[in-house]
C-alpha cells in the first residue's frame, strides 16, 4: 500500500481519497480491530491515562491468549510503557504476550493500527467506514 518514496504510510499525512483506499483494504480483510480510548481524550498524553489504556489493553491480550504485542516507539518515552506493562503482566497467572516497541517503517501493521486509532477519532463517517471490523473500547483512567 505504499507509494513511491513512502517508508510507513501514516494517516496524519494522507489525503482523505487515499484514506478511504487504504482503509477500504484494510476493512476488506478478515480482521477484528480494537481501538483503545479514553474518556479524558484532552489528556489521552498523560501517563496515566496511558497507563491505564495499556493496562486494559494487556487485560485483553491475556484473556486472548496472545503471544505479542508490538507498540510504536515513542522517541524516549518507551520506558513508562515497559513498566506499566511489566507491572501489569505481574497480576497475571497465565504467561503474557511479549512486548516489544518498534519505530513506525519497521513493521507494516502498525500502520494498520495508526490507520484504525486515526479512523476511531476522526469523525462518524471515517468510523462508520470501518464498522465491519472497529470497536471502540472506552477506557476509564
Known amino acids: 500500500m505504499l507509494l513511491p518514496g513512502q517508508r510507513r504510510l501514516h494517516f496524519v499525512h494522507e489525503r482523505d481519497e487515499r484514506r478511504k483506499q487504504v482503509l477500504d483494504t484494510l476493512c476488506s480483510q478478515p480482521l477484528s480491530v480494537t481501538v483503545y480510548r479514553s474518556r479524558l481524550a484532552p489528556l489521552r498524553r498523560?501517563?496515566?491515562?496511558?497507563?491505564?489504556?495499556?493496562?486494559?489493553?494487556?487485560?485483553?491480550?491475556?484473556?486472548?491468549?496472545?503471544?505479542?504485542?508490538?507498540?510504536?516507539?515513542?522517541?524516549?518515552?518507551?520506558?513508562?510503557?515497559r513498566r506499566v506493562l511489566r507491572a501489569r503482566l505481574a497480576h497475571h497467572a497465565a504467561v503474557g504476550p511479549v512486548y516489544e516497541h518498534l519505530l513506525g517503517h519497521e513493521d507494516p501493521l502498525l500502520w494498520a493500527a495508526d490507520a484504525f486509532a486515526w479512523a476511531a477519532g476522526a469523525g462518524t463517517a471515517w468510523r462508520d467506514r470501518c464498522a465491519a471490523v472497529l470497536t471502540i473500547r472506552e477506557v476509564d483512567p
Open 46 to 81: 498523560e501517563p496515566s491515562t496511558r497507563a491505564a489504556l495499556l493496562g486494559a489493553l494487556v487485560d485483553d491480550l491475556v484473556a486472548l491468549g496472545a503471544h505479542r504485542l508490538v507498540l510504536e516507539s515513542r522517541a524516549g518515552r518507551d520506558e513508562l510503557d
